[in-house]
C-alpha cells in the first residue's frame, strides 16, 4: 500500500468528510447518513478489492463495472437500493470536486437504474363482482329497498370506477352534471385534458340510485357543491375516502389481494382487451398519451392465454 501523501485524498477520509457535510451541513436524519455510510464502506471496500486506495485514481470505467456488478449480484438487489446506492457514490464524488479535492468526477456518465416493469394486477370478473356486491347491494335487488345510504353510494362509486377506468381523482371531481349525458361521461384527466367514455347500464342504474335516494340527504348536511359524491356530512368525497371505502368492501370480500381504485382500472383495461378490444381504444378509454402505456395490458392478456393453452391443449407439455 502506498503511503499517504499530502496531494492525494484516501478513501477512509474522503468517505468521512462526505459523511461529516451530509450530517452537519445537510442536516441528513441519522437514518440517512447511516445508510450512505453502509453504501459507502462497501464502495470503498470494492474499490480496495480493485487496487484503489486513493480517490483520484478513480475512473469512469471503474464506476460503471461497480455499478454492473452490484446490479448483478443474487438475489438482485431492489432498485430503489440500488438508487440511493448510486446516489451516495455520486454524491461523494460530488462533495470532492466542490471542495476542490479532486479535479474530476468520475460519476459523470453513471446512469440510474431502470426500474423493473412491474405487471399491473387485475382482478377476475368474479372477484370485480364480489368486490362491488360487498359494497353495497346492486339496484333493485331483494336488498336495495333496505340499503343502508352510504352502501347506495359505495356500490355506485366502485360501479363507476370499474365501468369507465377512471383515475380515482377523475372520479371524485365529477359533478352532477357530468352524468347528465345518457351513456356517456366526461372525464378530466391529467393536465385537464378531456374524454369521453361510455357508461354500461349497471353503473348508470347505480348512479341513479345514489343520485334519487341518497345525494339530496348528504347533500342538505353540508355546504352547496356541485360534486357528484359526497361524504357522510355533505362535503365531497375525497380521493383518500373513496381509497378506504375499497378497501372496505375489499376485506369484506376477503379478497386476499391488495386492491385499491387503481386495481380497478388495471381490471378494466385487462377485461376489455381479454374480451377482443383494440388496444388503441383501450388508449383512448384510459386517456394514455401514448399507447405504449397502454400495451402494457397486453403483457397480461398473453400470459393469461399462455396459462390457458398449458392447462388445455393435450401437447402443451
Known amino acids: 500500500m502506498r503511503p499517504p501523501r499530502s496531494d492525494v485524498v484516501e ?126 347491494p346492486a339496484p333493485g335487488s331483494d336488498d336495495a329497498a333496505a340499503a343502508d345510504p352510504a352502501a347506495v353510494r359505495d356500490r355506485a362509486l366502485l360501479e363507476l370506477l370499474y365501468a369507465t377506468g377512471a383515475r380515482v381523482s377523475e372520479i371524485v371531481q365529477l359533478d352532477v352534471d357530468d352524468t347528465a349525458h345518457g351513456d356517456l361521461l366526461r372525464l378530466r384527466g391529467k393536465g385537464d385534458k378531456e374524454r369521453v367514455v361510455p357508461v354500461g347500464s349497471y353503473a348508470r342504474d347505480a348512479i341513479e340510485a345514489y343520485l334519487t335516494r341518497v345525494r339530496p340527504a348528504l347533500a342538505a348536511k353540508g355546504r352547496a357543491t356541485p360534486r357528484l359524491f359526497l361524504g357522510v356530512r355533505g362535503a365531497p368525497l375525497s380521493r383518500q375516502s373513496a381509497w378506504l371505502i375499497i378497501q372496505e368492501a375489499a376485506e369484506r370480500a376477503r379478497l386476499t389481494a391488495h386492491v385499491s381504485p387503481h386495481t380497478l382500472r388495471h381490471s378494466f383495461a385487462t377485461h376489455l382487451l381479454q374480451g377482443g378490444a383494440d388496444v388503441r381504444v383501450v388508449q383512448e378509454l384510459l386517456g394514455h398519451a401514448s399507447v405504449a402505456t397502454t400495451q402494457i395490458y397486453t403483457h397480461v392478456t398473453v400470459d393469461a392465454l399462455r396459462d390457458v393453452y398449458a392447462t388445455s391443449h393435450p401437447r402443451a407439455r
Open 11 to 136: 478513501l477512509e477520509r474522503a468517505v468521512e468528510g462526505y459523511l461529516r457535510h451530509v450530517a452537519l451541513e445537510r442536516g441528513l436524519s441519522d437514518h440517512t447518513v447511516a445508510a450512505y455510510r453502509r453504501d459507502l464502506a462497501m464502495y470503498a471496500d470494492w474499490l480496495r478489492d480493485h487496487g484503489v486506495d486513493v480517490i483520484e485514481t478513480v475512473t469512469p470505467a471503474l464506476i460503471a463495472d461497480f455499478a454492473a456488478e452490484r446490479a448483478s449480484t443474487e438475489p438482485p438487489p431492489a432498485s430503489s437500493s440500488l438508487a440511493r446506492l448510486q446516489s451516495s457514490v455520486r454524491g461523494l464524488h460530488r462533495f470532492l470536486v466542490r471542495e476542490g479535492r479532486a479535479d474530476d468526477d468520475p460519476t459523470g456518465r453513471l446512469r440510474p437504474p431502470k426500474a423493473p416493469r412491474r405487471l399491473p394486477k387485475a382482478l377476475t370478473i368474479t372477484q370485480v363482482d364480489a368486490l362491488l356486491d360487498a359494497a353495497g
